[in-house]
């Protein structure tokens, strides 16, 4: 190879000044190459670095073959919502490099397998061929391994060009790998012949630089599925009960993992704890429901397919009142949709699941850690409301690696709810199952087994005694009291988190993943247009008497809402008076990949009168077809 | 002096054991099951209040209401109580579970549940109230109608029946009986057994429709099934806790020992017939369908193989009711998962 070849042969017209710890890096493999390792070697080196950093995998729905994107993003700024924007591509899939090239910004950084001759394409952009066959064999002699050792080499090579310290990659690595002694040698030889080589043949043309900071000191990288299975087994979960479906499969097999090693009896060596992969998701609600039904902290998860499925029980839960947590890992539907894709396309489904007057208490995660708080809350109040509570994660949550602070061990005692004892069936005298006797729609409950009255638990009408009736009276007292109690619900589900602006004029309400987007929005609207932005976080279905004070203190309202139809809205005109409905509008974004700031920016801008500068879409990561 | 009131071993009165007046029809063979179930309870003096009733939706699961009124009961959605019934005793393994099914709710919308119920061997009392038929719904054909049999307005099942017992043995089942609601003492002798039985039983009681399927025609009459019930032994019960010594002859009858040391006698009818034998079992079922019959009795029981619960390695103690502490890891644990993630 002749040093001509090393960079492109023109330099990037722009002149840009260094970008700093401020840019994102997009590496397009193949599905199933074992590029997974080195992307989060390459995330959590940066986040060794001390700087803020976050980490999304775009997959498809496949097990090899097929392009996947994965994109690290560095915000000095401590943003970790998606960029919409990539700076440095890592272009290793041939069958999505060109058009990978293709929709870069002007004076974005491409490293690239060296066959694939990209620096013909652009003339804006610089260009790094690495010839990865090459250099991958001296380092793994055995042919059968360097699929997986090959992506290591580009970590080496982005470790020399962006200034990641050698040691905070092998600290990575060795994280990532543990104890596996073989792969860790192999693989720093690959880390090594990357960086060897960038070190030989480069010179630093483009402006991106990791430099050091100290803004991740005791941080964790974390999933939200694994979060929300470390906050089940926190608050005592003792039966699961699911069925394998992107993307929530994650969050009951990394249970499965905690449970055995720390749920384990170390006398008897029996677990404390029962988990079964049931036949499909109505089994799984089914059995959680008998499980609750029973006594026990009983809990599944599944995505959009499993909720509809569900559909059934989930009002047979609700009019019986047996506790039952579902999470449900949002992925874009409808019907099979996209299953590797994220999107908050379930919620106004979820809150009315079943047929008849049916209404559940859903709880809404943006962070890992309240995938870890509010599982433990989900807990809670299904007991105290002898209900199904829904926790409305998504793809990006559950699936991404986000960056925590580490999870605080809880001190707040359970509440297992109202459960008739000896005692208060003395106080009571007289005890029905369905009996509001202290006035919130929420009755005293037998669990088989535990020595008190026996009751009849049935889906069909019944009376304060749980007697079987179809008595019109009874009805209506009945579905009244559950209204009850789900009004009294509001003062106990998550409260939502609100930042008031004095003078604010516009409010922004978002849920969720959209969370980080909104945040960093908001930024941009101060900076850009200086427009100030209230913004109140939902937490919670139902909704909480924050909600009408918020709307009333600001002229227009924004819901940022990652579903077409606007579901949150939809939710809140059912219950807000005309002239609040009349301040909203609507902020959509759903095209399966997570929203970022600058769409939630220019929509809102351009409903408020601003003039938008119109961008093309980079279509990399969202224009997969074929391949089923 | 009063006469003593009559007490089973455990000192309960046979009123504890009734339940709720039945709605059903009079005649209806699913009352008969009802009361033979509140006999085996009573007999075998099992605690109520441990026990859990699950059910479905139609005719059949209607009918835990009407026994056993001191004990929970799960009237769940059509053809799912086998799901149920499985949490609750993931929940709490002491209880005792007696679930009751119906041919529709089992064989058709239930087929799925059912199936993996019998893979799993979970501790319950499977009751299938069989009649061939929808009886809520007024008649239409169930999976069970067999082929030929005929319904009130004359339309003729040409589908295949599925069986539920070979289905159960093919699938796992420990226990798998079939038996019929007019025949009281093969149906108490059976109960008793499933009682002392840990893990699945599967039982299949044919159960006449008075009001929908018990025609000339019909292969799940009364006059039909009576003529057509081939019972494969004379079943006998002894529980563990009467000290009774049966004297027997090895060459007619054959005993076997229940899992809780209850003995159960099983003396040969026509031909050698051994109920342990999963082989023989699915022949008897063949050649007894193939004749238009219905083999009653023990059909398969396997006493000794792990419960579903044994399986999963769980703790002695009701998961429901462990402690706190036993169910939070601590602190140290904590810390550990997060620094093992920093």
Not at chain 1, 152 to 160: C, E, F, H, Q, V
Not at chain 1, 562 to 578: A, H, I
Not at chain 2, 66 to 89: C, D, E, I, Q
Not at chain 2, 263 to 282: I, Q, S, W
């Amino acid at each position: 190879m002749s040093p001509t070849d090393v960079v492109s042969q023109e330099k990037p017209t722009q002149a840009r000044t260094k970008v700093i710890n401020d840019f994102s890096i997009q590496v397009a493999t193949v599905n199933g190459s074992g590029s997974q390792t080195a992307n989060l070697v390459l995330l959590r080196s940066i986040l060794l670095m001390g700087v803020p950093v976050s980490g999304k995998n775009m997959f498809p729905s496949n097990i090899a073959g097929l392009p996947t994107w994965y994109t690290i993003r560095a915000s000095k700024r401590g943003y970790v919502g998606r960029k919409k924007e990539v700076d440095f591509l890592i272009a290793m899939n041939p069958e999505t490099a060109k058009e990978d090239v293709m929709t870069l910004d002007a004076g974005s950084a491409v490293v690239y397998d060296e066959p694939l001759k990209l620096n013909t394409l652009r003339s804006d952009l610089t260009f790094y061929p690495v010839p990865f066959d090459k250099l991958v064999t001296p380092v793994c002699p055995d042919a059968k391994l360097r699929r997986l050792v090959r992506n290591m080499i580009y970590d080496g090579i982005l470790a020399k060009l962006l200034g990641i310290e050698m040691g905070m990659m092998e600290q990575a690595l060795s994280r990532q790998l543990g104890k596996k002694a073989k792969a860790v040698t192999l693989n720093q030889g690959a880390l090594k012949a990357g960086w060897d080589y960038a070190d030989a043949t480069f010179t630093k043309q483009d402006p991106f630089h990791i430099e050091k900071m100290n803004e991740t000191a005791g941080k964790i990288l974390i999933e939200g599925n694994a979060a929300a299975a470390i906050g089940c087994m926190m608050a005592g979960v003792t039966v699961v009960a699911w069925y394998p479906i992107t993307p929530s499969s994650s969050l009951c097999e990394s249970l499965i993992g905690y449970m055995r090693k720390y749920r384990t009896d170390k006398e008897t060596g029996k677990a404390t704890f029962a988990i079964v992969q049931a036949e499909d998701e109505i089994a799984s609600l089914g059995m959680v429901i008998g499980a609750g039904w029973a006594g026990a902290r009983a809990m599944t998860a599944t995505a959009g397919p499993g909720i509809s499925l569900m559909s059934e029980f989930a009002g047979l839960a609700y009019y019986a009142e047996t506790p039952a947590v579902i999470f449900d890992v949002q992925r874009v539907g409808p019907s099979t949709g996209l299953p590797t894709r994220t999107a908050q396309g379930d919620l106004l489904s979820t809150a009315f699941l079943s047929h008849g007057d049916t209404r559940h208490i859903l709880l809404i995660p943006s962070s890992v850690e309240e995938c870890y708080e509010l599982a433990m809350s989900a807990f809670d109040l299904s007991e105290r409301f002898q209900t199904p509570i829904f926790v409305m994660m998504d793809l990006d949550l559950g699936m991404n690696n986000w960056m925590a602070d580490g999870f605080e061990y809880p001190t707040r005692p359970i509440d297992r709810g109202k459960r008739l004892t000896a005692d208060v069936l003395k106080k009571l005298g007289e005890w029905g199952r369905y009996k509001d006797v202290d006035g919130d729609g929420i009755a005293y409950r037998t669990v088989p087994g535990d020595g008190m009255p026996a009751f009849f638990t049935r889906g069909s009408g019944h009376n304060p005694k749980a007697q079987y009736s179809e008595r019109p009276d009874d009805y209506v007292e009945n579905v009244d009291r559950l209204n009850r109690k789900f009004e009294t619900a509001r003062n106990y589900v998550p409260a939502p988190i609100v930042d008031q602006k004095r003078n604010a004029k516009i409010g922004i309400i978002g849920y969720g993943t959209s969370h980080w987007a909104i945040d960093e929005c908001r930024d941009q609207l101060r900076e850009e247009t200086q427009v100030e932005a209230s913004y109140f976080r939902l937490r919670a279905y139902p909704f909480t008497q924050e909600l009408a004070t918020f709307i009333d203190a600001h002229e227009r309202i924004y819901v940022v809402e990652q579903n077409r139809d606007g579901q949150l809205l939809m939710l809140m005109k059912l219950e807000l008076s005309p002239e609040r409905v009349a301040k909203l509008r609507s902020v959509l974004h759903y095209n399966g990949l997570p929203i970022d700031a600058r769409s939630i920016s220019d929509d809102l801008l351009s409903q408020e009168g601003f003039e938008v500068a119109k961008k093309a879409t980079p279509a990399s990561a969202s224009s997969m077809t074929g391949g089923e | 002096m009063a006469t003593p009131i009559k007490v089973n071993r455990i000192g309960l009165e046979p009123q504890i054991y009734k339940g709720g007046k039945t709605t059903l029809c009079a005649g209806c063979g699913h009352n008969a099951i009802s009361e033979r179930i509140i006999e085996a309870f009573y007999e075998m003096g099992v605690d109520p209040k441990q026990v859990i009733k699950l059910s479905g939706i139609g005719c059949s699961s209607k009918s835990p209401a009407y026994f056993l009124g001191g004990s929970h009961g799960f009237n769940a959605v059509h053809g799912r109580m086998p799901s149920v019934g499985t949490g609750a005793m993931l929940a709490n393994q002491k209880l005792i579970a007696i679930g009751v099914s119906g041919d529709g709710d089992t064989g058709a919308i239930g087929i799925g549940q059912f199936v993996h119920l019998m893979r799993r061997n979970l501790p319950i009392i499977y009751i299938i109230e069989d009649n061939g038929c929808y009886g809520l719904t007024k008649g239409q054909f169930s999976p069970t109608a067999d082929v030929g049999s005929k319904l009130k307005n004359g339309v003729v099942n040409d589908l295949q029946p599925i069986d539920t017992c070979a289905l159960a043995i093919q699938l796992g089942a420990t226990f798998v009986a079939r038996s019929f609601s007019g025949d009281k003492k093969q149906l108490l002798a059976l109960l008793k057994a499933a009682l002392s039985h840990r893990g699945t039983v599967m039982l299949d009681v044919i159960s006449p429709c008075v009001t929908f399927n018990d025609h000339e025609g019909s292969t799940k009459s009364y006059s039909y099934v009576k003529d057509h019930d081939d019972p494969l032994e004379e079943v006998s019960f002894v529980p563990f806790f009467e000290d009774i010594s049966v004297e027997y002859d090895p060459g007619t009858t054959q005993e076997v020992k229940m899992h809780d040391g209850s003995r159960l006698f099983l003396k040969k009818l026509e031909e050698a017939y051994d109920p342990t034998d999963k082989l023989a079992a699915m022949r008897v079922l063949h050649e007894t369908t193939r004749r238009g019959e219905f083999a009653t009795g023990l059909i398969y029981i396997e006493p000794d193989r792990d419960d579903f619960l044994r399986q999963l390695n769980v703790v002695d103690e009701p998961l429901a009711s462990l402690p706190l502490e036993r169910t939070r890891p601590s602190k140290a644990a904590l810390d550990e998962i997060m620094e093992s993630l920093r």
